[in-house]
């Protein structure tokens, strides 16, 4: 755009939703001289065009039908990372993801769906997809895309959200991402087959910040690279191995088998039958024992309270 010397960006997104923020910041951090032209913020074109039903019949009206009835009033988003449904039925709590058609993958929860089990190896090399289902790719984009047809034809990473939306607001749509899903159930099983657990609850609250920001658009601000460093150098580095899984039907599914080349988890440390480790029987009754004088000062306390009426 900035080649021709075009400085106007416009998109479908509403004054409700998220996306007039993202390309908003964007689209400034990539031009500073970038004009936003909205139409769902043009207030003419709204009062003609009051949302997607309308626009339907308006369509409809000049030949140009859209895919989805005018009733049904639907909508959805897709790239390699996944899908969105939004309709105005879905608006509703009382109706279903029964609603959707799938546009990634099958409907898992029809009956005549046949949908066979199949066991599926997932590789990561330090922190990165490598193979997926016995087969490596050049890109991460050809891996991704096998992982959503791997997944897909499962129908696995089909999500109904009740969600916050940047102007802090709930509402609610319909997601898939197949490839995704399959990649994280591989991930997180090696994640704590790795790090103890105050590494994993940090990269559980570090990363779910991570993920709002990117919600919001920030990916780029500074705040969201110190998050992200930190989640790939001290984290995601040291994430290395396989794990194999069988995928029924939909988010249906067994982990047969775990590597992880840096596994701080061994069978022998806590096993319940006789093994050769450097943690003793004695080991553990002394470490108990240590905490014999914080448990009856605390048994002083709770008498004391309840001498004062303080009931629990």
Not at 39 to 57: I, N, Q, T, Y
Not at 125 to 137: L, N, Q
Not at 232 to 247: C, H, P, Q
Request: net charge negative; hydrophobic share 40%.
């Amino acid at each position: 755009m900035k080649e021709d010397d075009v400085h106007v960006f416009s998109d479908g997104s509403t004054h409700k939703g998220n996306d007039i923020q993202r390309f908003f910041r964007y689209g400034v951090l990539v031009d500073p001289e970038l004009a936003i032209y909205k139409p769902w913020l043009d207030a003419a074109f709204v009062k003609k065009l009051g949302g997607r039903k309308e626009m339907s019949e308006y369509l409809a009206s000049v030949g140009l039908p859209y895919t989805m009835s005018t009733e049904k009033a639907y909508s959805t988003d897709c790239n390699l990372l996944g899908a969105t449904h939004e309709a105005k039925d879905l608006e509703r709590l009382d109706v279903s993801m029964h609603a959707v058609d799938p546009i990634m993958g099958v409907a898992h929860w029809k009956s005549d769906v046949a949908i066979a089990a199949e066991k599926v190896d997932v590789v990561f090399d330090r922190g990165v997809p490598k193979s997926v289902a016995g087969k490596s790719f050049g890109t991460a984009w050809e891996l991704l895309h096998h992982a959503n047809t791997v997944g897909g034809r499962h129908g696995l990473g089909m999500s109904d959200q009740i969600e916050n939306r940047v102007v802090d607001a709930k509402s609610r749509g319909i997601y898939e991402a197949p490839g995704m899903a399959l990649l994280s159930l591989a991930y997180e099983r090696l994640l704590s087959a790795t790090h103890n657990e105050n590494t994993t609850e940090l990269y559980a609250s570090l990363g779910r910040r991570l993920g709002r920001l990117l919600y919001e658009g920030r990916w780029y601000d500074p705040e969201c690279q110190l998050l992200k460093e930190a989640l790939v150098r001290w984290v995601a580095s040291a994430v290395t191995g396989r794990v194999t899984i069988e995928l029924r039907r939909g988010d249906d599914y067994t982990i047969l088998a775990t590597e992880a080349a840096n596994a701080t988890y061994d069978p022998e440390k806590l096993s319940m039958e006789r093994s050769a480790t450097a943690f003793t029987p004695e080991d553990r009754i002394g470490a108990l024992e240590v905490q014999t004088l914080s448990v009856l000062d605390n048994r002083s306390l709770l008498a004391a309270l309840q001498k004062a009426g303080v009931t629990f």
